[in-house]
Antibody, heavy 120, light 107 residues
């Protein structure tokens, strides 16, 4: 059974940093691309970042480029978030891609989410 | 960026009713279109992949169709547990985008 368990959410002041993690199990982690999708309170879904199965290829939405860094290691996916702004406030979902590369596929399994609140 | 527009934004329906949700893309995306169901305080769950293929374990009352720029999600014989927000998601061209969501309320 595929399981994705996020951790590391919390409250941070504008300009601060936070790292969210996603522990994966139930599948061969290095064989699948992974991504982070966020959902602001009461809003829709936004793909913010993705990484290929072996980590050699990454993607960032324009809204987070230069501030967020995605990485993966030992069955864990990470999202390092720097220079956080109020509009980064959201639930951050870890999601498994149905293939090695972030192309010609889809997100098939999602974690339960980690809430990140950016406020002074 | 490809814009996905869903209709309606909200629908109140009765059990056993048939529901159709539409998703229109701002340019052709072939069949690279998925449908997700999100219940309150839960993460999204995949219902349909590649426009019309049911994902494992999804009840047969959910079906999808379409290609190019026009897609539909159909729920036959709606059940109370289908109360949720439904999102379409295109994975044809980066950035991969979502529709704004359609909220289904069960009367």
């Amino acid at each position: 059974e595929v399981q994705l368990l996020e951790s590391g959410g919390g409250s941070v002041q504008p300009g601060g940093s936070l790292r969210v993690s996603c522990a994966a199990s139930g599948f061969t982690f290095s064989s699948y691309a992974m991504g982070w999708v966020r959902q602001a309170p009461g809003k829709g879904l936004e793909c913010v970042s993705g990484i290929s199965g072996r980590g050699g290829s990454t993607y960032y939405a324009e809204s987070v480029k230069g501030r967020f860094t995605i990485s993966r290691d030992n069955n864990t996916l990470y999202l390092q978030m720097n220079s956080l702004r109020a509009d980064d406030t959201a639930v951050y979902y870890c999601a498994k891609w149905a293939g090695q590369w972030l192309i010609q596929g889809f997100f098939d399994y999602w974690g339960q989410g980690a809430l990140v609140t950016v406020s002074s | 960026e490809i814009v996905l527009t869903q209709s309606p934004d909200f629908q109140s329906v009765t059990p056993k009713e048939k529901v159709t949700i539409t998703c229109r893309a701002s340019q052709s995306i072939g069949t690279s279109l998925q449908w997700y169901q999100q219940k309150p305080d839960q993460s999204p769950k995949l219902l349909i992949k590649y426009a019309s293929q049911s994902f494992s374990g999804v009840p047969s009352r959910f079906s999808g169709s379409g290609s190019g720029t026009h897609f539909t999600l159909t729920i036959n014989s709606l059940e109370a547990e289908d109360a949720a927000t439904y999102y379409c998601h295109q994975t044809s061209i980066l950035p991969y985008t979502f529709g704004q969501g359609t909220k289904l309320e069960i009367k």
